[in-house]
């Protein structure tokens, strides 16, 4: 059995898996924990959920899960409203914003609101939940960063926008004349309060306690009322196509019945593995920067121009926005891992070419190509030839693929020091093969 967490934008699907061992899952919506709780999980756990524009999670689906004696906890949220309504009912809720939802003290559900980034990014947050907006500004007085009337201020202004607006430039920028204001926009970066994200690793840290603790499921909650409403939603799930485990199975016996594909999959797999422990290990997690990077390699590589594009490329391949975003984090690993052996890689190349037995034919070749070079005079017309062009040849010719845009990162790729070794690369290859061309259009006809 295996815990399901439901999250994003509040925590990353790594966020979540350096405090416990779980399946991260996009933000929870109507039908996903009905789905979840078929497979009999050890634990529930629910942090983001969709607010508008998709059906929400469904107070029955989480019922029925606790019936079947599964714990289901919520926090910071999706998760800590649900928990609040449910909290008599047997769902376990954590943290502040949970109690002040339970007590009364919070009601309205744009507090813990955010505009969030497209799913291929995870659901990236771009606005500050009203929740944290009141955390930050406690402390501020407490700290007596802010005085009293200011804060009531910013409050009163944040609390009337709408919660895509809640960014802390744009109220800052709005109420820089009131007093205190500018020292406050200062102290932000040190002393902005996560109060979901706290919210959140607090509830991962206590579902990793009660699975230490009880190897037994949670309490039962009273028995779900079977509404035509509730059977309707779980025909049209149990419907659906097979489990992702069963398709997953299926696919890898397919692969390995390609010996050659599984070697080569099973090969970079490991290496992928074995990435992640050594960035977890130095905390050389990639950041926004890398994965949209990687984002923009792949979607040049697969030919997705366009977003919807992209999701039908997500859709036939099984993927959700954290699966997405999780190959890209690989990807990028992987890449931070070989760039830092790029210096000692060299002999282990030769090694691993031996191995495939291509190493002489290589070895004959570069020697003619290194006996040609010495032999092309300074002044030779192709000795000069226009790098443009060569790349053109290179790549387009050659590779039959596109110039890549970032020559830098192309070169050190490949394992050279930049772009200029990469052009001396290419050129001396140009001269080698126009060589060839050179000496097959001088032979003799027969």
Avoid at 191 to 210: E, F, I, N, T
Avoid at 230 to 242: N, T
Avoid at 398 to 424: I, K, M, N, Q, T
């Amino acid at each position: 059995m295996t815990v399901f967490v439901f999250a994003g934008p509040t925590l990353t699907a790594d966020a979540v898996s350096e405090l416990l061992d779980a399946t991260v899952l996009p933000p929870v919506r109507q039908g996903d924990v009905y789905r979840v709780a078929r497979e009999n999980p050890r634990a529930i756990g629910i942090i983001d959920g969709f607010f508008e524009g998709v059906p929400s999670v469904w107070h029955k689906e989480i019922l029925w899960a606790m019936e079947q004696g599964i714990p289901v906890f919520g926090s910071a949220s999706m998760g800590a409203l649900r928990a609040a309504e449910l909290a008599d009912f047997g769902m376990i809720g954590v943290g502040r914003i949970y109690e002040e939802y339970y007590n009364g003290t919070l009601t309205d559900d744009d507090e813990v609101a955010v505009l969030h980034g497209p799913v291929e990014l995870g659901f990236m947050p771009l606005s500050e939940p009203m929740v944290s907006i009141r955390a930050t500004v406690d402390r501020a007085c407490d700290e007596g960063v802010l005085p009293h009337e200011t804060a009531t201020e910013v409050l009163r202004v944040a609390k009337a926008l709408n919660y895509r607006d809640r960014i802390w430039k744009d109220i800052g920028h709005s109420m820089q004349k009131l007093p205190g204001m500018n020292e406050f926009i200062d102290w932000l970066p040190v002393g902005r309060v996560d109060a979901k994200g706290d919210d959140a690793r607090a509830m991962l840290v206590r579902m990793s306690q009660h699975l230490e603790e009880s190897a037994s499921g949670g309490p039962f909650a009273v028995r779900t009322e079977r509404s035509l409403m509730w059977q309707s939603l779980r025909a049209r799930i149990d419907a659906e196509p097979s489990s992702d485990r069963a398709v997953n199975d299926a696919v890898l016996n397919e692969i390995r019945l390609q010996p050659d594909l599984f070697a080569t999959l099973r090969d970079r797999a490991t290496l992928s593995l074995l990435a992640r422990d050594e960035a977890k290990r130095r905390d050389q997690q990639p950041d926004r920067d890398a994965l949209v990077k990687q984002m923009s390699a792949h979607r040049t590589k697969e030919g997705l121009s366009q977003h919807a594009d992209l999701m039908r490329w997500l859709e036939m391949n099984d993927l959700t926005a954290d699966g997405y975003e999780g190959m890209l984090a690989d990807a990028s690993r992987i890449d931070w891992m070989i760039s830092e052996r790029t210096d000692k890689l060299g002999a282990t190349l030769l090694v691993e070419l031996r191995r495939s037995g291509g190493y002489s034919d290589l070895r004959d070749r570069a020697m003619r190509k290194a006996e040609y070079g010495s032999r092309v005079p300074s002044g030779s017309s192709h000795a000069g030839a226009d790098r443009l062009r060569m790349l053109m040849w290179y790549f387009e010719t050659h590779l039959d693929r596109e110039v890549p845009d970032d020559l830098e990162s192309y070169a050190a790729s490949v394992g050279l020091s930049g772009r200029e070794a990469f052009y001396d690369l290419i050129e001396a290859e140009f001269l080698f093969c126009q060589m060839d061309v050179d000496s097959d259009q001088k032979k003799p006809a027969k």
